[in-house]
């Protein structure tokens, strides 16, 4: 019985035409992307994997980022994107998009380093002229980070009543439980228009430590200075091992908090 309901759906028709039968990949519809801004953190050097970070907003939450690209032309920085809609019903919302996207300089098959310069990003669907312009510094330095930084996977920021300063707090995993961020080294900076960059330093281990090995789960406080406006600000969190936890946040102050963390 269920074979031949089936078949007869099929051959009479059901509301809609025959591509609701199609699946989702072949019905969704793929176009050209374009962001809005783009992020670019400061501080890379020429032994580094640079990126820069995208973002923008798609009319409703059927839409999805489908595939990104960078690549080095001629000391410029070309990148293109496509996104793709689901049909169907939506939720006539603004939904944001974001991410990072690394950089790679592949000569012969392999990933060499962007030598010290002033690299123009540009993006395949805006010809006009440049999103922004990465900075590459050089260093004599064999280490990929100047400091070592705690594994960060998340982050809030709110305000907090007692001191009226807005607070980022950011959670990791640590490997042992002699690492601890180090607050007085950490840096919590404004580094660009709507860019906060923040470096959640480790304290160094004390020679003859005793460390335990396993899983110590963390949250650290970090005061964001009062010199920063209030504002949404995208905070590029640099994490260990050269890589970036990268998230949209509302700083505040009191005038705006309206009572928030009383």
Known sequence: MFHTVSFLLLTIGAPGDSSDFLPVEEKRKTFELAPDQIFIPKGFDDNDTPQFIYAGEFPNNCYRVDNTRAELKNGQIIFGMTAFKYPGACIESTTAYYDAIDIHNMVDGVDKPLEE??????????????????????TDSPKRDDFNYAPINSSVVFFDANSQRSVLIVFGLFTDSCQHVDIEKSRVMLTGKNLIEVLPILQDVEEGAVCKKGDHPFQQKLMIPESIPAGRYMFHIRTANGHSFNKFDLVQRESESDGLGK
């Open 117 to 138: 310069g002033d690299y123009p990003i540009w993006n395949t669907k805006k010809h006009d002229k440049p999103m922004g312009v990465l900075h590459i510094h050089h």
